[in-house]
């Protein structure tokens, strides 16, 4: 498959990679190709920072509303989804732009990975044992290497670990060469950084205006929908505290303090995943306004 080549904009929640994108892509023709784990889940849309109808109006968006709340969705169908809109971009003669935060799915963009398969009674066997720290040590019993490279309450990575090496009878840690390793790529990538300070006030702004624009009535939606909401879709950083405030377990003062406290370890947690990478060319926001970065970018895709 030939077309333009893509380029990667990563970074934290709340770092400004889509007003990147929309800014580039309001001087050449761009697809963006969202890399965002719960962007997926249709109808979850204040809360992921899905772009807006007038957004999506005004230039393609991919890999975003491709299931239900209700459903699993895995990294596996992120990649056919992805490659299914580099095609589309393809033969529109358009540039894609992949935007998100979500590690691996941009490691999964980036470098490629040896996806397995899986093995459903095997998943459902480990969801019944509550103990995320003891399904962690079985583990580290059977695939170390796979165990070193995830934390023991990491329940949803520990637990599709175990899936796979029990499933396949190959350790976990064989598919691929992992999140660790950064070989050379086609894709170049962009990262946004702010500092912490700056970025905090960012993310408890755009919780403020999550609530202000409705977040607390789509998740009610949510809830009142014939099926529920599946594990990981109500995990989701501002659902999970809106939930928690819905059923009458925490106020929505608390709930909002909450989403904002939450929304920050994970930025920090992002950053430090992006960070590793020697491949990103990092760009600092707060010296750098978007636009000279959007500038900068075009000019090296002339």
């Not at 989804?81 to 691996?104: D, I, K, N, S």
């Not at 103990?131 to 309450?153: F, K, S, V």
């Not at 919780?207 to 939606?221: I, P, Q």
Request: proline fraction near 6%; aromatic fraction near 6%.
């Amino acid at each position: 498959m030939s077309g333009l080549r893509p380029i990667a904009i990563v970074g934290p929640t709340a770092s400004g990679k889509s007003d990147l994108a929309l800014t580039i892509g309001a001087s050449i023709n761009v697809h963006i190709i969202a890399a965002d784990a719960m962007q997926v889940y249709r109808r979850m849309d204040i809360g992921t920072a899905k772009p807006t109808f007038e957004e999506q109006r005004r230039m393609v968006h991919a890999c975003i509303d491709l299931c239900e709340p209700s459903e699993r969705f895995t990294i596996a169908r992120y990649v056919e989804a992805y490659r299914q809109a580099l095609v589309t971009a393809t033969e529109c003669g358009a540039q894609p732009v992949v935007v998100g935060g979500t590690g691996l799915y941009i490691t999964a963009v980036v470098d490629g990975l040896d996806l397995p398969g899986e093995w459903p009674d095997i998943r459902e066997e480990l969801e019944r044992n509550p103990d995320t720290t003891a399904l962690h040590a079985r583990l580290t019993g059977i695939d170390p290497l796979a165990a070193t490279r995830m934390e023991p309450t990491n329940r949803r990575r520990v637990v599709r670990a175990l899936e796979v090496t029990l499933g396949s009878g190959r350790p976990f840690s064989s598919f691929g060469d992992g999140v660790a390793n950064f070989p050379p790529t086609d894709i170049r990538q962009i990262g946004l950084r702010w500092s912490r300070p700056h970025l905090s006030r960012r993310i408890e702004m755009r919780v403020h205006r999550m609530v202000e624009a409705g977040l607390v009535d789509e998740v009610r939606a949510l809830l009142a929908e014939s099926k529920p909401m599946s594990a990981t879709a109500r995990q989701a950083l501002g659902y999970k505290e809106i939930i928690e405030h819905l059923d009458g377990q925490t106020s929505l003062e608390s709930a909002i303090e909450k989403v904002v406290l939450r929304t920050r370890q994970f930025a920090v947690r992002q950053e430090r995943w992006f960070r590793r990478d020697p491949r990103i060319e990092w760009f600092d926001a707060e010296s750098d306004p978007l636009e000279e970065i959007a500038t900068h970018v075009l000019r090296s895709l002339a």
